[in-house]
């Protein structure tokens, strides 16, 4: 597996695109809105380190509204037919 990119909340997206900007990140692309998970969408790179998803609530019925700002989870890439619920089971029991 490969990691795809780190996802971080946010209440103000704009504040925390411009933060990253600063530390050498560019936005990739727009930023999207998920009208399922009502939330704002946000991708930023670099050279240097994981892509970081930026996600900011857009109402209460939010997937996140009630979560804390920072950190919240990691992504990993599949490779098509890899069977990552078998990789997870066989790790557990390791």
Same mark, same amino acid.
């Given at each position: 597996?490969?990691?795809?990119?780190?996802?971080?909340?946010?209440?103000?997206?704009?504040?925390?695109?411009?933060?990253?900007?600063?530390? #050498? @990140?560019?936005?990739?692309?727009?930023?999207?809105?998920?009208?399922?998970?009502?939330? %704002?969408?946000?991708? $930023?790179?670099?050279?240097?380190?994981?892509?970081?998803?930026?996600?900011?609530?857009?109402?209460?019925?939010?997937?996140?509204?009630?979560?804390?700002? #920072? @950190?919240?989870?990691?992504?990993?890439?599949?490779?098509?037919?890899?069977?990552?619920? %078998?990789?997870?089971? $066989?790790?557990?029991?390791?």
């Amino acid at each position: 597996m490969k990691l795809h990119h780190i996802g971080v909340l946010t209440r103000n997206m704009c504040k925390t695109i411009n933060m990253y900007k600063k530390m #050498g @990140y560019v936005l990739n692309g727009d930023i999207k809105t998920d009208d399922i998970q009502n939330n %704002q969408v946000a991708f $930023l790179s670099c050279d240097f380190s994981p892509q970081i998803e930026i996600v900011e609530p857009i109402n209460e019925n939010s997937s996140i509204y009630n979560f804390a700002e #920072g @950190y919240h989870h990691i992504c990993y890439e599949a490779e098509q037919g890899e069977d990552i619920i %078998q990789m997870f089971k $066989l790790m557990r029991i390791c």
